[in-house]
């Protein structure tokens, strides 16, 4: 059986209500309270939650009928019914407010009554059913949302992974470009060094027959020696140049970070020197070695020499006290554990804030792209991290930048 749709009575003429309640009753509802105030009639409808209210307007209390409809409707979307003897213009407008279900003039007929609770009880679920359904649209409207974001992370992930292949792809293609260029270079370097280290022999040699035949303490002995001292650096730079073309073949093993530094500066000093920067270099010689690739730790080493001389005649075109480059380098520890640490200071045009975590990436370069690939640090980078290093970099535009490494010192 159906069950019963239960409706409230707020009329506060107690014989009025009583004839309502039993007509109600007589057409086969039930009536859930009569109740006499607008007060008690929104606490009612609060606790019965009956399916209708009929209301009437002019009551013996503090809140009138439309007022209690008003929060009733409002608050628990009970359908209200107004039941009424008079009403004036003032009344109609507020009584709009309240969005009545139905209105009836008091006194009414029976079927009245019937007729009007009848069609405000389906209204009202016509009016649910209306809801609900805009609710379910609504949700799956959600969902549709919800497979759409789904399907765009998707494709923008599927993006990234383009990229990240493109990004390898190229930087396959440069790295093999600049190794053929290396080993052309290194070809070259060793044809020319083979070529110089001859006569430079000879050189040497001619100069020791001198030194020899001339009385010490002579000014050709004197010259001689500096002939025999000069020779001898230009046959270290050249050895210096051969097995920076041989690059890398060679096993790990034990290096002083002293010896590497100066390698470097071998193949550099000259052209700092020319271009008038000042260069300091703190690099004690009773430091631990390290294992390592000399090779490699020497190429990281002239890609920042490089970097920096670039940095300071950007910034001073010719000489200056300002303009100095320092290499230093100490002990420290690490993640618990003893380090090498080598800190390339210059006093160039520094980096700009917004770039600074960029000069890793590979290609990234602010140079003019016929002299640069923008991989000096890249390269740089993964080398120390082979190495168990790290590689950092801190600057001031327009006043320094510092690469600091830190190599482990192995046991
Ligand atoms: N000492 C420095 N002072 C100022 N800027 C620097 C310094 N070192 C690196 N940079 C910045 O970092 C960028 C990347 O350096 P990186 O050595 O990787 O490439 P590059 O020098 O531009 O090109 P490449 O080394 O391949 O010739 C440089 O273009 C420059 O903007
Ligand atoms: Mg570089």
Same mark, same amino acid.
């Given at each position: 059986m159906m069950e019963k749709k239960r409706i409230m009575v707020v009329e506060d003429e107690g014989i009025t209500a009583m004839s309502i309640k039993s007509s109600l009753e007589g057409m086969g509802y039930a009536v859930s309270s009569t109740v006499f105030s607008g007060e008690e009639a929104v606490k009612k409808a609060e606790e019965d $939650? @009956? =399916?209708l209210v009929l209301m009437d307007?002019?009551? =013996?209390? $503090? &809140? =009138?009928g439309i007022e209690a409809a008003g929060q009733i409707h409002s608050r628990f979307s009970i359908p209200v019914v107004y039941l009424t003897a008079h009403s004036d213009e003032k009344m109609v407008k507020r009584i709009k407010m309240t969005e009545p279900f139905g209105y009836i003039v008091k006194p009414f007929y029976e079927r009245e009554l019937r007729f009007v609770v009848e069609i405000a009880l389906y209204k009202h679920e016509m009016e649910q059913r209306l809801r609900k359904g805009e609710k379910e649209l609504e949700k799956h409207r959600e969902h549709l949302v919800e497979l759409v974001e789904e399907r765009t992370s998707e494709l923008q992930n599927i993006n990234k992974k383009l990229e990240q292949e493109i990004t390898d792809h190229k930087l396959a293609k440069a790295e093999s470009l600049r190794a053929s260029h290396l080993a052309a270079l290194g070809e070259l370097a060793a044809g020319v060094a083979h070529e110089i280290n001859n006569p430079t022999n000879g050189i040497v040699n001619y100069a020791q027959i001198l030194a020899n035949q001339s009385k010490e303490g002579s000014q050709e002995h004197d010259l001689a020696g500096r002939i025999i001292k000069e020779g001898i650096r230009i046959a270290g730079i050249v050895s210096n140049l051969l097995s920076f073309a041989r690059n890398g073949k060679e096993e790990k093993g034990p290096v002083g970070i002293q010896t590497i530094v100066y390698d470097s500066l071998a193949l550099t000093e000259t052209q700092l020197k020319k271009d008038g920067i000042r260069l300091m270099i703190n690099v004690p010689s009773d430091l631990p070695n390290f294992i390592a690739h000399p090779q490699q730790i020497e190429q990281v080493f002239l890609n920042i020499i490089s970097n920096a001389r670039y940095a300071l005649n950007q910034k001073y075109p010719g000489a200056h006290d300002n303009k100095v480059f320092e290499i230093t380098a100490k002990k420290i520890t690490a993640d618990d554990s003893p380090h090498i640490q080598i800190i390339f200071y210059d006093r160039g045009i520094g980096i700009p804030p917004g770039i600074l975590n960029k000069i &890793?990436? @590979? *290609? *990234? !370069? !602010? $140079?003019p792209y016929n002299i640069s690939t923008g991989l000096g640090l890249s390269i740089s980078h993964g080398i120390i991290t082979d190495h168990g290093g790290n590689i950092m970099a801190d600057s001031i535009e327009g006043e320094f930048t510092k690469i600091i490494i830190e190599l482990p010192v192995g046991k």
């Open positions: $939650k @009956p =399916d307007i002019v009551l =013996d209390s $503090k &809140m =009138d &890793m990436n @590979p *290609f *990234f !370069t !602010t $140079k």
